[in-house]
């Protein structure tokens, strides 16, 4: 069966950074494009970024736009997203999911990425 792991969240101060990552299985992962998405308590999901299969496009929400880099090994069936320069309003429950963008069927339990002073 499909599951994704997350790990990697934690608490960062405002400016500091973190690496999330998702371990992949139950499926052929190269070939399936991934997405992170994020959700804040008593909110919905916001899409946050997505890559294709092969890692050579990647896609970001405005707002993450050159402080977070998605990349993904195939041959370890891990997605990454690395968070820099973070904000209190990147606080959130971070999932990976199969798919791309909002189109997507599967998503993990999920890691709570915390900036905060």
């Known amino acids: 069966q499909v599951q994704l792991v997350e790990s990697g969240g934690g608490l960062v101060q405002p400016g500091g950074s973190l690496r999330l990552s998702c371990a992949a299985s139950?499926?052929?992962?190269?070939?399936?494009?991934m997405t992170w998405v994020r959700q804040v308590p008593g909110k919905g999901l916001e899409w946050v970024s997505s890559?294709?299969?092969?890692?050579?496009?990647?896609t970001y929400v405005d707002s993450v736009k050159g402080r977070f880099t998605t990349s993904r090994d195939n041959a370890k069936n891990m997605l990454y997203l690395q968070m820099n320069s973070l904000k209190p309003e990147d606080t959130a429950v971070y999932y990976c999911?199969?798919?791309?963008?909002?189109?997507?069927?599967?998503r993990g339990q999920g890691t709570q990425v915390t900036v905060s002073s």
């Open positions: 139950g499926f052929p992962f190269g070939f399936y494009s």
């Open positions: 890559i294709t299969t092969g890692g050579g496009t990647t």
């Open positions: 999911a199969r798919g791309r963008e909002t189109n997507y069927d599967y």
